[in-house]
């Protein structure tokens, strides 16, 4: 086994020297597969690449593991994130591979750390990273892994993977390992490393030692029965016997998630108010919504690449207008499109390549045209339409992010919810 880094054996000195009489013994924070075998993406579809720049001009370097739990968040390891800025990381989803190009690149919006977090004792180690764009799910590479509700038994098998290194203190792999390991028992833990194993955690490995998560795996996922059980979290070594790894306790933690998701998700706010100012956001953020309000001198592209691009058309397929999917069942255009046809007559054509022959078409339930339309000036052009039923997110529909303000002296568009 080869020797701890330098910066490692200097912590460990330090720490042993703070805290001589207690029982408590050093992770190895910057952490954490050992005894694995290649994986393949296909069967990993939820772990991303967490990939981080130490310098400005620094490209950025595969640095933790990460799930996707829906299209904007990431659940990841406090530890790897700690207090650094957004814009040091990308996160790559849907690559097997740790310094490759290929997969899809996404950038955080901010970063929710676990309020009680302890960098010194790496208790709840675990934050969660709302993306600045929505990764788009294609169910092959990219999707979402589900959340244990309960912890897993003892001695239940748990697959865990990661880009770490391939030994303790060794190279990091080229590609995706996974390795099969036991959820062990809490005794076991707590006789390893006392009162630093609390109850936001649970400890797998072999007793024999052999088989671990180890550094660079950390953020990424303990399984069991392809569920997340746990966040891969710290560890003693790697793979040593009686020093088994330890995690995050998914079910531990599991209602801190669902909370902190929901109130950070910008698409499950009931908000069903549009200022004019979000609607001149929108536009500025995605030029290529020009596609959607009536486009000049574009180019052919494809609804995967503008997947919340909608029409609005008669039943008999006369296109209208068109429009942008903001909401699962929120879609604005312009007010013009009102004019000259009954709305009674209007329905929404979702998913499609072809303006008449593709994609689904669904009725409108409501609409909404801004109160300072002017069809002679074109002021206020935009108008909110509720569809009559949600759109499920595909590869070929799902929802644009929209900044949210109600600045009032923008005027309002509204909708009932
Ligand atoms: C972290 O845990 C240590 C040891 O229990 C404690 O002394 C310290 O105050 C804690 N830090 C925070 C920020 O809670
Ligand atoms: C399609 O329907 C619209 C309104 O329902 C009508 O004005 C138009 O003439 C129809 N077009 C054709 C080709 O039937």
């Not at 694995?36 to 939820?46: E, P, R």
């Not at 955080?108 to 208790?123: G, K, P, Q, R, W």
């Not at 390992?177 to 400890?203: E, P």
Request: overall charge negative; hydrophobic content about 45%; some cysteine.
């Amino acid at each position: 086994m080869s020797v701890l880094p330098l910066a490692l054996t200097v912590l460990l000195l330090l720490f042993l020297s703070n805290a001589a009489a207690s029982s408590i013994q050093m992770p190895q924070l910057e952490n954490r597969i050992v005894g694995g075998v290649d994986a393949t993406i296909l069967h990993h579809k939820h772990q991303i690449s967490l990939r981080r720049k130490t310098c400005k001009e620094c490209a950025y370097l595969h640095h933790c593991g990460g799930n996707i739990l829906n299209e904007d968040t990431i659940l990841t390891a406090a530890h790897c994130v700690g207090e650094r800025d957004v814009g040091d990381f990308t996160v790559i989803a849907g690559t097997e591979t740790r310094t490759g190009s290929e997969g899809l690149v996404a950038r955080i919006d901010h970063i929710v750390v676990h309020e009680h977090y302890n960098a010194s004792t790496t208790d709840y180690d675990v934050a969660l990273l709302f993306l600045a764009t929505p990764l788009l799910f294609d169910n092959v590479r990219i999707a979402a892994v589900s959340l244990v509700t309960t912890a897993p038994a003892v001695g239940a098998p748990a697959t865990v993977t990661g880009w770490g290194t391939l030994s303790e203190g060794g190279v990091q792999a080229q590609q995706l390992q996974a390795v099969n390991v036991f959820v062990l028992d809490r005794s076991m833990c707590t006789a390893a490393y006392g009162g630093r194993f609390t109850a936001a955690m649970l400890c797998a490995g072999l007793p024999a030692g052999g088989k671990d998560a180890c550094q660079r795996d950390s953020g990424g996922p303990l399984l069991v029965a392809n569920q997340l059980a746990g966040i891969i979290s710290w560890g003693v070594g790697c793979a040593r016997a009686g020093n088994p790894g330890v995690y995050v306790n998914v079910a531990h933690v599991r209602t801190w998630i669902t909370e902190t998701v929901a109130a950070n998700s910008l698409y499950d706010k009931d908000v069903c108010t549009l200022s004019i100012k979000d609607f001149s956001h929108l536009i500025a953020y995605h030029a290529s919504l020009s596609v959607a309000l009536g486009f000049i001198g574009g180019a052919e592209t494809s609804i995967t690449a503008h997947p919340y691009v909608v029409s609005l058309q008669t039943a008999n397929g006369t296109h209208i207008c068109g429009g942008a999917l903001i909401k699962k069942q929120i879609v604005v255009t312009t007010a013009q499109c009102f004019v000259f046809y009954d709305p009674k007559q209007i329905f929404v054509r979702v998913g499609n390549n072809n303006y008449v022959s593709d994609g689904e078409l669904i009725p409108i339930d409501a609409y909404r045209i801004n109160e300072n339309f002017d069809f002679t000036t074109m002021d206020s052009d935009v108008a909110v339409v509720k569809l009559a039923k949600s759109v499920k997110n595909s590869r070929l529909t799902r929802e644009i992010k929209m900044l949210v303000s109600l600045d009032l002296s923008y005027g309002l568009v509204e909708v009932p919810c």
